[in-house]
Protein backbone atom coordinates (compact mmCIF):
# COMPACT_ATOMS: atom_id res chain seq x y z
CA UNK A 1 0.00 0.00 0.00
CA UNK A 2 1.96 2.67 1.32
CA UNK A 3 5.53 3.08 2.64
CA UNK A 4 6.95 5.59 4.93
CA UNK A 5 9.68 7.83 3.15
CA UNK A 6 12.99 7.34 1.81
CA UNK A 7 16.15 8.74 3.47
CA UNK A 8 17.34 11.41 1.05
CA UNK A 9 14.21 13.39 0.31
CA UNK A 10 15.06 16.52 -1.90
CA UNK A 11 12.05 18.92 -1.37
CA UNK A 12 10.20 20.24 -3.99
CA UNK A 13 10.33 23.70 -4.84
CA UNK A 14 6.99 24.60 -4.77
CA UNK A 15 6.12 23.10 -1.28
CA UNK A 16 9.15 24.78 0.03
CA UNK A 17 8.19 28.28 -1.55
CA UNK A 18 5.12 27.60 0.42
CA UNK A 19 6.38 26.41 3.31
CA UNK A 20 8.37 29.72 3.71
CA UNK A 21 10.47 29.64 7.39
CA UNK A 22 8.89 26.63 8.33
CA UNK A 23 10.98 22.94 9.09
CA UNK A 24 9.62 20.30 6.63
CA UNK A 25 9.91 16.66 7.57
CA UNK A 26 9.15 13.79 5.07
CA UNK A 27 6.94 11.45 7.30
CA UNK A 28 5.12 9.81 4.10
CA UNK A 29 5.92 8.53 0.48
CA UNK A 30 3.24 6.54 -1.90
CA UNK A 31 3.49 4.28 -4.14
CA UNK A 32 2.93 6.65 -7.53
CA UNK A 33 6.03 9.59 -5.94
CA UNK A 34 3.26 11.39 -3.65
CA UNK A 35 5.01 12.65 -0.57
CA UNK A 36 3.64 14.39 2.80
CA UNK A 37 5.57 17.06 4.84
CA UNK A 38 5.39 17.51 8.50
CA UNK A 39 5.24 21.71 9.02
CA UNK A 40 4.49 21.97 12.39
CA UNK A 41 0.72 23.02 12.33
CA UNK A 42 0.35 22.15 9.02
CA UNK A 43 0.61 18.98 6.42
CA UNK A 44 1.60 19.57 2.89
CA UNK A 45 1.20 17.03 0.51
CA UNK A 46 2.80 17.04 -2.83
CA UNK A 47 2.21 14.62 -5.87
CA UNK A 48 3.98 15.13 -8.90
CA UNK A 49 2.99 16.04 -12.56
CA UNK A 50 3.06 12.95 -14.11
CA UNK A 51 0.82 11.00 -11.01
CA UNK A 52 -2.47 10.63 -11.75
CA UNK A 53 -3.98 11.90 -7.95
CA UNK A 54 -5.36 15.15 -8.35
CA UNK A 55 -4.29 17.70 -4.70
CA UNK A 56 -7.27 20.18 -6.41
CA UNK A 57 -9.97 17.06 -5.90
CA UNK A 58 -9.55 16.29 -2.26
CA UNK A 59 -9.18 20.45 -1.54
CA UNK A 60 -12.72 20.58 -2.60
CA UNK A 61 -13.69 17.64 -0.72
CA UNK A 62 -12.41 18.26 2.08
CA UNK A 63 -13.73 22.31 1.82
CA UNK A 64 -17.20 20.37 0.93
CA UNK A 65 -17.16 17.88 3.87
CA UNK A 66 -15.33 20.54 6.74
CA UNK A 67 -19.10 21.34 7.32
CA UNK A 68 -19.68 17.83 8.90
CA UNK A 69 -17.27 16.21 9.72
CA UNK A 70 -13.32 16.30 11.27
CA UNK A 71 -11.56 16.56 8.69
CA UNK A 72 -8.57 18.94 7.56
CA UNK A 73 -9.15 22.44 7.11
CA UNK A 74 -7.33 23.59 3.81
CA UNK A 75 -4.46 26.36 4.30
CA UNK A 76 -3.70 26.41 0.75
CA UNK A 77 -2.90 24.59 -2.88
CA UNK A 78 -1.24 25.00 -5.88
CA UNK A 79 0.41 23.63 -8.32
CA UNK A 80 3.95 24.15 -10.90
CA UNK A 81 5.53 21.84 -13.62
CA UNK A 82 6.87 19.90 -11.32
CA UNK A 83 3.81 18.68 -9.36
CA UNK A 84 0.75 20.00 -7.38
CA UNK A 85 0.27 20.64 -3.97
CA UNK A 86 -2.24 20.69 -0.94
CA UNK A 87 -1.74 22.67 2.46
CA UNK A 88 -3.83 21.84 5.40
CA UNK A 89 -4.14 22.38 9.16
CA UNK A 90 -3.13 19.55 11.13
CA UNK A 91 -5.82 17.55 13.27
CA UNK A 92 -5.13 17.12 16.92
CA UNK A 93 -4.52 13.50 17.47
CA UNK A 94 -2.07 10.49 16.22
CA UNK A 95 -2.57 8.25 13.19
CA UNK A 96 -3.87 4.91 14.15
CA UNK A 97 -0.57 3.18 13.02
CA UNK A 98 1.39 5.29 15.69
CA UNK A 99 3.67 2.94 17.58
CA UNK A 100 1.46 3.78 20.68
CA UNK A 101 -1.42 1.99 18.63
CA UNK A 102 -0.03 -0.80 16.61
CA UNK A 103 0.84 -1.99 20.51
CA UNK A 104 -3.04 -1.32 21.49
CA UNK A 105 -4.42 -3.11 17.89
CA UNK A 106 -7.77 -3.38 20.16
CA UNK A 107 -8.38 0.36 20.81
CA UNK A 108 -7.14 0.95 17.74
CA UNK A 109 -9.71 -0.72 15.79
CA UNK A 110 -12.38 0.36 17.53
CA UNK A 111 -11.66 3.78 17.18
CA UNK A 112 -11.37 2.98 13.00
CA UNK A 113 -15.13 1.07 12.78
CA UNK A 114 -16.60 4.25 15.43
CA UNK A 115 -14.84 6.67 13.50
CA UNK A 116 -16.17 5.54 9.99
CA UNK A 117 -19.53 5.51 11.68
CA UNK A 118 -19.64 8.93 12.43
CA UNK A 119 -18.27 9.71 9.21
CA UNK A 120 -21.18 7.97 7.19
CA UNK A 121 -23.57 9.08 9.46
CA UNK A 122 -22.53 12.58 9.28
CA UNK A 123 -21.91 13.58 5.74
CA UNK A 124 -25.37 14.34 3.91
CA UNK A 125 -26.05 12.04 0.84
CA UNK A 126 -28.53 13.64 -0.73
CA UNK A 127 -25.90 17.48 -0.98
CA UNK A 128 -22.89 15.08 -1.78
CA UNK A 129 -21.50 16.93 -5.25
CA UNK A 130 -18.84 13.62 -5.46
CA UNK A 131 -19.35 10.17 -6.54
CA UNK A 132 -17.34 6.85 -5.79
CA UNK A 133 -19.70 4.75 -7.45
CA UNK A 134 -19.07 1.28 -8.67
CA UNK A 135 -20.12 2.65 -12.37
CA UNK A 136 -17.53 5.47 -12.16
CA UNK A 137 -15.29 2.92 -10.67
CA UNK A 138 -15.54 0.41 -13.46
CA UNK A 139 -15.59 3.50 -16.36
CA UNK A 140 -11.99 4.56 -14.89
CA UNK A 141 -11.07 1.41 -14.43
CA UNK A 142 -11.50 0.40 -17.98
CA UNK A 143 -9.59 3.14 -19.40
CA UNK A 144 -6.53 2.12 -17.43
CA UNK A 145 -6.93 -1.60 -19.08
CA UNK A 146 -7.12 -0.46 -22.50
CA UNK A 147 -4.04 2.01 -21.81
CA UNK A 148 -2.38 -1.52 -20.18
CA UNK A 149 -2.15 0.51 -17.04
CA UNK A 150 -3.64 -2.01 -14.72
CA UNK A 151 -0.88 -3.53 -12.48
CA UNK A 152 -1.90 -7.04 -11.12
CA UNK A 153 1.82 -7.58 -9.79
CA UNK A 154 0.12 -4.80 -7.05
CA UNK A 155 -2.45 -7.52 -6.39
CA UNK A 156 -2.85 -8.51 -2.58
CA UNK A 157 -2.21 -12.32 -2.57
CA UNK A 158 -6.04 -12.95 -1.16
CA UNK A 159 -6.26 -11.66 -5.55
CA UNK A 160 -3.25 -14.20 -6.66
CA UNK A 161 -5.91 -16.49 -8.40
CA UNK A 162 -7.46 -14.14 -10.93
CA UNK A 163 -5.98 -12.80 -13.84
CA UNK A 164 -6.76 -9.41 -15.53
CA UNK A 165 -9.45 -10.99 -17.83
CA UNK A 166 -11.11 -13.07 -14.73
CA UNK A 167 -11.14 -9.99 -12.44
CA UNK A 168 -12.65 -7.70 -14.72
CA UNK A 169 -15.21 -10.25 -15.62
CA UNK A 170 -16.15 -10.68 -11.84
CA UNK A 171 -15.98 -6.88 -10.37
CA UNK A 172 -18.40 -6.57 -13.77
CA UNK A 173 -21.07 -7.94 -10.83
CA UNK A 174 -21.15 -5.71 -8.35
CA UNK A 175 -23.45 -6.81 -5.58
CA UNK A 176 -26.44 -5.36 -4.65
CA UNK A 177 -26.62 -1.89 -2.99
CA UNK A 178 -26.58 -2.25 0.97
CA UNK A 179 -27.02 1.67 1.97
CA UNK A 180 -25.72 4.51 0.08
CA UNK A 181 -23.39 6.47 2.32
CA UNK A 182 -20.74 9.38 1.67
CA UNK A 183 -17.48 7.29 1.83
CA UNK A 184 -14.21 7.99 2.63
CA UNK A 185 -12.58 6.62 -0.19
CA UNK A 186 -9.76 5.22 1.56
CA UNK A 187 -10.04 3.92 4.87
CA UNK A 188 -7.00 1.80 5.41
CA UNK A 189 -5.77 2.24 9.28
CA UNK A 190 -3.11 5.50 8.95
CA UNK A 191 -6.03 7.56 7.90
CA UNK A 192 -7.98 7.35 10.95
CA UNK A 193 -6.92 9.66 13.67
CA UNK A 194 -6.80 9.00 17.24
CA UNK A 195 -6.75 11.07 20.31
CA UNK A 196 -4.80 10.45 23.35
CA UNK A 197 -7.25 7.93 25.41
CA UNK A 198 -7.96 6.23 21.92
CA UNK A 199 -10.72 7.26 20.75
CA UNK A 200 -11.62 8.28 17.46
CA UNK A 201 -10.57 12.09 16.52
CA UNK A 202 -10.95 12.50 13.06
CA UNK A 203 -10.14 11.30 9.42
CA UNK A 204 -7.30 12.50 6.57
CA UNK A 205 -6.92 11.49 3.17
CA UNK A 206 -10.25 12.33 1.52
CA UNK A 207 -9.05 12.56 -1.99
CA UNK A 208 -11.91 9.66 -3.51
CA UNK A 209 -14.78 11.04 -1.04
CA UNK A 210 -18.02 10.36 -3.07
CA UNK A 211 -21.31 8.86 -2.45
CA UNK A 212 -20.81 4.83 -2.75
CA UNK A 213 -22.06 2.03 -0.72
CA UNK A 214 -20.96 1.60 2.92
CA UNK A 215 -19.37 -1.39 2.05
CA UNK A 216 -17.22 -0.25 -0.49
CA UNK A 217 -14.79 1.87 2.65
CA UNK A 218 -15.92 -1.30 5.09
CA UNK A 219 -14.20 -4.18 3.08
CA UNK A 220 -11.21 -1.54 2.98
CA UNK A 221 -10.98 -0.45 6.72
CA UNK A 222 -11.49 -4.35 7.83
CA UNK A 223 -8.44 -5.36 5.28
CA UNK A 224 -6.07 -2.91 6.62
CA UNK A 225 -6.12 -4.78 9.60
CA UNK A 226 -4.56 -7.16 8.35
CA UNK A 227 -1.18 -5.34 7.62
CA UNK A 228 -1.18 -3.31 10.29
CA UNK A 229 -1.68 -5.34 12.94
CA UNK A 230 -1.87 -8.34 12.18
CA UNK A 231 -4.71 -11.53 11.45
CA UNK A 232 -7.97 -11.08 13.83
CA UNK A 233 -8.90 -7.27 14.13
CA UNK A 234 -11.60 -7.19 11.61
CA UNK A 235 -14.50 -8.59 13.50
CA UNK A 236 -13.20 -5.29 15.70
CA UNK A 237 -14.22 -2.66 12.80
CA UNK A 238 -17.30 -4.26 12.18
CA UNK A 239 -18.18 -4.67 16.59
CA UNK A 240 -17.29 -0.90 16.79
CA UNK A 241 -19.47 0.33 13.07
CA UNK A 242 -22.29 -1.91 14.38
CA UNK A 243 -22.47 -4.17 11.28
CA UNK A 244 -22.53 -7.81 11.04
CA UNK A 245 -19.63 -8.98 8.02
CA UNK A 246 -21.03 -9.65 4.62
CA UNK A 247 -18.44 -12.09 3.28
CA UNK A 248 -19.91 -11.24 -0.61
CA UNK A 249 -19.59 -7.56 -0.48
CA UNK A 250 -16.53 -7.50 1.14
CA UNK A 251 -14.81 -9.84 -1.48
CA UNK A 252 -16.44 -7.57 -4.25
CA UNK A 253 -15.12 -4.14 -3.07
CA UNK A 254 -11.53 -5.77 -2.27
CA UNK A 255 -11.36 -7.09 -5.83
CA UNK A 256 -12.44 -3.88 -6.67
CA UNK A 257 -9.80 -1.90 -4.85
CA UNK A 258 -6.89 -3.75 -6.37
CA UNK A 259 -7.99 -3.25 -9.72
CA UNK A 260 -7.96 0.80 -8.97
CA UNK A 261 -5.12 3.61 -9.27
Known amino acids: MRAGPPAGIVVPAGVRAVAGARPLRAVWKNELGGITF ?18 EAEQRRLEWASAFARVPAVVDHGRDAEGAWLV ?8 AVDD ?3 ADPARAVAAIGAGLRA ?9 CPFSWSVADRLADIGRRAAAGAVRSD ?23 IDRLVVCHGDTCAPNTLLDARGGFAGHVDLG ?5 DRWADLAIATWSTRWNYGSGWEDGVLEAYGIARDEERTRYYRLLWDLGP
Open 38 to 55: DAGDWFIKWTPATSPIDP
Open 88 to 95: TRALPGAS
Open 100 to 102: RWI
Open 119 to 127: LHDALPVAS
Open 154 to 176: RWHPDHAAYDLERALAAVANPPP
Open 208 to 212: ALGVA
